[in-house]
Each structure stands twice: as C-alpha cells, then as structure tokens.
C-alpha cells in the first residue's frame, strides 16, 4: 500500500467526501459548477446524484449521516459492528449507542468517489492472507480495517455463511486477524417451512444476545418498534416505487435504483431514509403523469434488467452511461426486497415478511423474518432450481416489469452467482429474455475495464436487435 | 452499385469490395498504433487490386476495433454481426462459426435466414486467441504460418498443462531445452489453442455446418484440432478467413445500399 494511501484513514476519506459532496448544492450553480472543478475523480458521479434534485440532496446527505456516525463511533462513545449488507440494519438502529457499518456499502462509496478505487485495500487483503478471488466487495473495505486505517470495530456481525462461503471466510479473516468478537448467522438451504422459520428466528435471538452483550446495552423496545413502523412505511413507499417503474416509459430516473437499494442497505428504520423515500415517489409519479421516462432526455430506448448488481468503478459511470443512452434501469435483482405488499411476491407470499410491533417477541421474529429475505440471502441461498431462489425471482421480475434485455456483470469473486449464471443465462433465454453474461468485477476495474463492459453492452443490444 | 467494407482489428487490417453479389478486391495489413492509417492504407491497396477509387464507392461499412476511428465509413456494425454476415453470404448452410482474432475470440450461432441466435466471446486471457499462437511460433523460432504446416508431421504431440500463455511458454521452453521437435511442440500447441476455444463453441451448441473465421483459421494445425475436438467438419469457405469480417461490413454497406 502507498504511502499516501496509508496517509488518511478510509472512513475519514469517505466522510470528508461525501459530507463535502452534500453540500455543493447549498450555494449558488455558480458555486456549484467552479466545486465540481475542484473534485475531478468522482464530479460524474456527484453531479448525477445531485442533478436529481431533492433525492439527490436527500441521498448525499442520508449518506453523510451514515459516514459520520462510522468516523466518530467512539468519539460519541458508542460500539462500532463491522459486518455484511446481508444482515438488516433496523436491529442495529434500535440499539442506542451501536453503530453499524456494513463492508460492501463503504467499498460502494469508495469504488465510486477514490481516484483508483479500492484496488490498494484490495490487494492489501490478499497480502494478508486473502484469496484473489475472495469478494471485491468486500476486499474493497476490509483492507483498510485489516492496515488499521479505520475505525476499529469493536464486534462483527456475518449474515452469510449458507450463502455466501467468501463473504463467511472474509469474516473469520478478519475476526481472527484483528482479534475481533464474531458472531455468525447461518441459513438452511430452504427459505420457507416452519422449522426453517423457527430456526431463523431462534438463530436471530442468539445473535440479538450477542450484541446486547458487546454493546453492554439492553435492546430496547420502544426504540425497536419506533425503527420497524418506519420501516413499515419506507416498504409502502418502495412498493408504490416498483408498482410505477412497470410502466412504460419507466417513470423512475436509473440513479435511483442505487437511492433504492442503497438508502435500504445502509439506513433501513431511520427518518433519513423516509424523506428520501417520499422524495423519490414525488419525482417518480410527476414522470408517471407526465407520461415522460426518468432519464434526463425523458425518453427510453430500452429496458434494462440488472440480473445481478451493478457496477460502479470509479466516478459512477454505470449510471451516467445508461442514462446518456436513455436506458430504463429496472430494480437490480438482487436488492429486490420481500415485504408482503411488494409487486413482485404476489401469489409467493410465503416467500415475504411482515412487520408485527404488537410485542417484543413479534418485533424479534418480525427481524428474523426481514433478515432471511435480504437480497442475496434469499436470491442465493440452497441450489439454483430450490424454490423462491434466483432464477424464479428473475422469472417474476421480467413478467412484471418487461425488460427488453438483462446483464449479469460478475466473476468468480461471487462464487455463488459465478457459478450458476450460465444456467440463469439459458432459462432466461427460454424465457424470452435476451441475456448477456459479462465477466467482469464491479467495484474492480483491473478485471475488465468499464469501457469493456460499454462496449460488449452496447454490441449485444445491436446484435440482438434490442436498439438500432 | 460498389460497396465496400473495412475491418480494423487488433493485429491487421482488412478492406473487402463487392459489386453486387462479385468480389472486385480485397486487401489486408498489419495495423499499425494509428487505426485511421491503418484503415487507409489497406482501403487504397484493395481499391489498387479493384482498379478502383474512393469515389467509385458509394458506401463503406466499418468494423473491428478500431472502427470508430475510421474516417470514411459511414455507418459502422459489431465484428460478431459482420462475421455472421460474411460467413452466411459466403455459404449460407452455416450456422455456427468460430471465430479467432488477434485478441479475442467467439463463438456465434446462426439461424437458417443468417441471424444471430446466440454468441459468445472470451474473457478472463488471452489464452484462445491469434497472440497466443504468436508468442508461441516466436518462441519456436517459426513464421506463423509455419506453426500450423509443421504441426502435420507431429508423431508425438505435446500437452500443454497450462492454460496462462506465460506459463505454457515455460512448458514449452522446457520441452524445448529437452530436444523435443518442433512440430511435436507446434502440434501440442495447436491442440491446446483449439481445446480452449471449444469450450466457447461449445457453449453456444454446435450445430452444423461449422466454419471458422479469423486469421486462426489459417492454420490447418488448429482447424483439424478443432474438427477432432467438436466431432464435426469445418466447412472451408471459399475466401481467406481472415476477411470475413471485412466482407459482412462490405455485405451490410451493399444491403444499405438496397442491392438484395
């Protein structure tokens, strides 16, 4: 690792950045236009949020709050949980001095705004001892937390082993390495059934146990109830969202997929998200009444169904370039979320949660439930062709929303997906659904450049007769 | 009306000209750092062999990688459709071709009327394509061509364990400090090139008639690898391989044209 690298700690980077980013737009477009001059490695990505408006600002700022929380954890004498996206947030935000910082979403911030990305944390994880097909979302983060270059944390919190075995051993890593208090939340193969459901839940309560142990606090129930009502009301929210984004033009501008997933991942049960959330849908009907497309020209082209995640390598060009081309960017399949009222689960209700806030053991179970249904976890979990896995979700998504083609964007990094895509590619195929398999690493450029992947996109929508 | 195609590729260059259905001229060189001379350099050297000018075309395709760069075509098409285009307009029994570059290689099914049902291109190295069998006829001291018509009198090929073009130059150095002969080597690597790519044809279902396209398919080593590897004939088309690309381009501008 650089030596300049090793200059400024990586939660500090992201938070100097992101809190400056949230307030370009508090001046004049004047002020703002000469701002953008001065950041010239992430100005794409920062112009194509706050271009958004309100949901923009929203976005930067929700993100400035989560970031603040993270670099000065213990400077408010609080505990900071380190773990994965695919453990909920709300049990964490119901605790009052726990902080949770979750791997993949710093990696995200720092892929999207840091001149070269996260390749130096990366590589720092495989010279501690990672493999170099260990998960970039992950290596992009914990390489910092590895160098001493962040916040130590104080416990870890894995939802992955079940799911995904890099993601697991990423945790271990780490627990080990930095001598760290690991807890780790493990799921059977199936999603639904009552012994599955009481499993879960029982699996839940220990891990609830040990927080409360680490964190020398007692979870606390009003709190609880507080966090999980709002996120009752974020789910009507989104689903009002994905309800609008089936017609045609689709009314929801492409960036905020990422406002989507990533305001859900990051601040699931605050208020923060809630304002983003109404702020979306006001944008997002005004476009539906106006019969007008959420790009930035009001047109679509085509409609496009991530299968997988997304990508976004230096700057965020992922979404600059989807828009530029007047691209629809449908809900990424993989942070679809399963609330009873979601489009998408109707008639698979057995597949979803529901928010119960009647007692504390409702609430608990309530969590659990939640928790088995986060994207990847259910998508991933058991064989390919279990039920209410990927290839179903994706069957589900297309009949709802009718893209005109998906792309899976991935590499063995993510064993799991890696290694059924091809089977996902042909029934998708069957299904009607041009699909385009691209090996390629999101938050790592060294695998395949972002212009590599415009120009296989491209090429594939030409050749399958997708645009003219 | 003359139509005229020109596929700027990693490694050469090719310009293909038709007048209606009949070839007036073709032409291929090496491309240089500069794709745009490139491009005009082998355009003048097919229009030579056509006893033509640039005036007498009345559209060009480009395509390739560098076909964005090519200052006198007027609309440019992917190498996949072009290769599928050039190879269904040569011999329209075709349905899956494969084609290896310099750089790349794919695999691309067609249907009966000539469209793309399926394709696929590699990733991760360079292992399946033209560079490959470069870096190895350089180390054994060969032309290129050579690599393909020397492999003919292997008795005992090799087998090449690696995949990594780095690392099958050191088996082959190896085997070469042993006193292995050449064409035993050039035959090994011939099969490992043509192993590696059936995978990618593979994937896309073979169905016959096969050809392959590319300079690759020049070398009669990798094409009969490739036949003993899929279990199927390679039809040979009735043009130099190489300029299938440039002839889809050129098949795609005489379309544009309006000449069925």
Avoid at chain 2, 157 to 164: E, Q, R, V
Wanted: hydrophobic share 40%; net charge neutral.
């Amino acid at each position: 690792m650089k030596r300049e690298t090793r200059e400024y700690n990586l939660d500090w980077m992201l938070w100097s950045s992101v809190v400056s980013g949230s307030k370009v737009m508090d001046g004049t477009d004047k002020e703002y236009q000469a701002l953008l001059r001065l950041i010239p490695n992430f100005r794409g990505i920062i112009d194509t949020i706050l271009r958004q408006g309100e949901p923009g600002r929203l976005f930067m700022k929700m993100g400035a709050e989560y970031l603040d929380d993270i670099k000065a954890v213990h400077e408010k004498g609080k505990k900071l949980c380190f773990g994965t996206f695919v453990a909920s947030k709300d049990l964490f935000y119901a605790f009052d001095n726990v902080v949770p910082a979750w791997a993949e979403i710093l990696t995200v911030f720092a892929t999207m705004m840091m001149r070269k990305g996260t390749a130096e944390y990366m590589d720092y994880c495989c010279e501690a001892g990672f493999t170099e097909t260990s998960c970039s979302a992950q290596r992009g983060s914990v390489g910092a937390y590895l160098a001493g270059l962040a916040e130590k944390p104080d416990f870890l919190v894995c939802g992955a082993p079940g799911i995904c075995d890099t993601n697991a051993n990423a945790m271990q890593f780490m627990s080990e390495y930095l001598d760290i208090p690991l807890f780790q939340l493990t799921f059977p193969s199936n999603l639904t059934g009552r012994r599955i459901t009481d499993y879960q839940r029982k699996d839940y309560r220990a891990l609830i146990a040990f927080v409360e142990e680490h964190a020398g606090s007692r979870l606390d129930e009003d709190r609880l109830r507080s966090v999980l009502a709002e996120h009752r009301r974020q789910d009507e929210i989104i689903n009002e969202i994905f309800d609008l984004t089936r017609l045609k033009p689709c009314p929801m501008p492409p960036i905020f997929n990422l406002f989507l997933y990533a305001g859900r991942l990051q601040s699931s049960g605050r208020k923060s998200l809630t304002a983003l959330l109404e702020s979306m849908l006001r944008v997002v009907r005004e476009n539906a009444k106006a019969g007008r497309a959420g790009t930035v020209s009001g047109r679509e082209r085509a409609r496009l169904l991530m299968c997988y995640i997304d990508h976004y390598t230096t700057d965020g060009r992922f979404w600059q370039w989807v828009d530029s081309q007047d691209i629809s960017l449908l809900p990424t399949l993989i942070f679809t979320f399963f609330n009873r009222g979601i489009n998408y689960a109707e008639e698979r209700q057995d597949q979803t949660y529901e928010i119960d806030t009647s007692t504390m053991d409702a609430m608990i179970d309530s969590l659990a439930d939640i928790n088995s249904r986060m994207p990847m976890v259910k998508q991933l979990r058991g064989p390919y062709d279990a039920a209410g896995m990927w290839r179903e979700d994706l069957f589900c998504m297309t009949r709802l929303m009718k893209p005109d083609f998906a792309v899976y964007l991935g590499s063995m990094g993510c064993r799991n997906s890696y290694g059924v895509n091809k089977l996902i590619q042909r029934d998708a195929e069957r299904f009607g659904l041009p699909t385009l398999l691209l090996f390629a690493d999101a938050f790592d450029d060294r695998v395949a450049s972002w212009e590599f992947c415009v120009e296989k996109i491209s090429e594939f929508m030409h050749v399958r007769g997708i645009v003219s | 009306m003359i139509a005229a195609g020109c596929d700027v590729g990693s490694l050469t260059t090719k310009a293909v000209i038709l007048n209606n259905a009949r070839l007036l001229g073709h032409a291929l060189v090496r491309s240089s750092f500069n794709p745009e001379k490139s491009a005009s350099e082998v355009m003048e050297k097919a229009l030579a062999s056509a006893r033509l000018t640039m005036d007498d075309i009345s559209l060009c395709v480009g395509t390739g990688y560098g076909r964005e760069r090519i200052g006198f075509v007027k609309k440019t098409v992917s190498e996949i459709s072009c290769h599928a285009k050039g190879a269904h307009f040569l011999q329209p029994s075709i349905r899956t071709i494969i084609d290896i570059g310099g750089q790349d290689c794919k695999a691309i099914r067609l249907d009966a009327k000539g469209e793309i049902v399926k394709f696929i291109t590699n990733d991760k190295c360079a292992s399946g394509t033209g560079r490959f069998l470069e870096v190895m006829a350089k180390l054994l001291g060969l032309e290129l061509g050579e690599l393909g018509r020397i492999s003919g009198q292997a008795t005992h090929p090799i087998t090449l364990a690696s995949t990594c073009t780095v690392w099958a130059q050191a088996e082959v150095i190896m085997h070469l400090n042993e006193g292995m002969p050449k064409a035993d080597l050039a035959a090994g690597i011939n099969e490992a090139m043509a192993a590696r790519v059936a995978i990618l044809a593979r994937s896309v279902g073979i169905e016959q008639d096969v050809c392959m396209t590319g300079g690759v398919a020049k070398n009669p080593g990798v094409v009969e690898a490739m036949e003993k590897q899929l279990g199927v004939p390679m039809r040979r088309l009735r043009l130099d391989p190489q300029l299938m690309g440039a002839l889809g381009a050129a098949v795609f501008a005489r379309e544009r044209l309006g000449v069925s």
